[in-house]
């Protein structure tokens, strides 16, 4: 049993372990070209990051304007309340995921900023290290009488600007290892401080006509070296600049290495050390917390709704939202426990088991209904789940309110009609017997009117017609916003 835990124990601290190693890639790291390479790996993770957080509350957003566009859209009362209730639970989730996203983003571009000033820094620390000089075709003279000559130096139009070129030749990999920025542990960037320890050496050789076949020397003073050489043609000397066949000087790559991470060699809380850095004041550091909070921050990310009974009915909002507009709770400022209870399981049947079941139930939603929008300059029947932009929704929504209006109107039209034809048959001065032979009037009070009934039939014909053109919404501002153009 000892021996289990024993290796139960060690198998964890491996395991712990080599998830802390350190990228292979960002360790073999020895130029600025290296760290430039990482350094753009890097920069096209968090780029991918940012894409994926800033898309985070679209299919959400999109659910809660098909769901709006369709609560207007249906003529019944019940079915308009359960589908704005989605809405405003859809619109509320994108919101807040659209928040959270936006924090997220502001560390993504944060670092991102660094990055591109990181890497600006190291290719002009790339191009220095890189440098290649020569001797200017035809640019030797004599300087006036003063027993000299001047040669001029000047910079080989082959020297490498930055690294763009190594990137190519390496395929944007680091002695062929490809990096992998999420194990990331130190930062390795340019160190200004070392920019002409690391310039490449650029040789004046010059050539001697004898007794300077000795064997190499260290480099010394000019006057050293050249003690035992010989030239019998100043001419023949011919300086030139090389970079091969030479004693190569001691060299220091201009990079230095910051530490991400609070514990060496573990992911977790930013080097405290950077805390108080500044873009201004220790900008390095600055750019490594930049880094080190991007890496531990994930796009945010949400779900669409799932469109059922249960998991709706479990929404605290939906249960509010309803409360607020369904005949039987609507103008009550506060449901009871029981209420609730009732409330929640007739959702659960109203909103179907699943998907399918909820489409079926309300079907101003599914995919095929059509409604009305401007496009291409003029009036085209489109499918709901078609509509894709916030102005798109508040013109099928206009559209939608402007039909149901004149409806309304035709309605009432027709009824006023229905009203007054009935009316002139049932005159108040037509005599008792007259007036009850027709079915509609009754004798009344000493005049001859319509029946109440007949009254009745007719506003609730009007009423049939109109549906739920109009919803009251007393208690839920969300809702209201939702179901009314704003």
Known sequence: MIIYLFLAVLMGFFAVHTQAAEDPAAEAINTPCEADIYLAALEATLKQRLTSNAAAAKELSGQARTLKVAAVATADATKSCLLAAAAVVAAEKAKATQEQADKRGTTFKTALDQITKLRTELAAVATISQLKLAMKNNGHRRKDTSQATHSIIQT???????????????????????????????????????????????VLELAMSGSCNQSPQNYETWSSAAASCARATITDLAPTITRSGHKATGRTEPIKTLQIYATPGNVGDCNPNHDKATEYEKPAEYAAKAICNALRTQPAACKQLTLSGKALAAETLVVEATGSCLPGYRGKKKLSEEEQTTLTKFLKGAYGKDSDAFNAKLTTLKPGHKVKIHKGGEVQAVDIVDVNTDDEALNAIRIILADRAVQIAAAQQTKAAADSKKSEKCKEDTEESKCTEDADCEHKGGKCKLKEGVKSENDEKTTKTTGSNSILIKKAPLLLAFLIIA
């Open 156 to 202: 080989d139009a082959t020297t490498p600007l930055g690294c763009g070129a190594q990137h190519k030749l390496t395929e944007g990999k680091i002695n062929s290892l490809e990096p992998n920025p999420t194990k990331l542990l130190s930062l390795r960037i340019a160190d200004a401080t070392k920019t002409a320890d690391g310039t490449a050496d650029n």
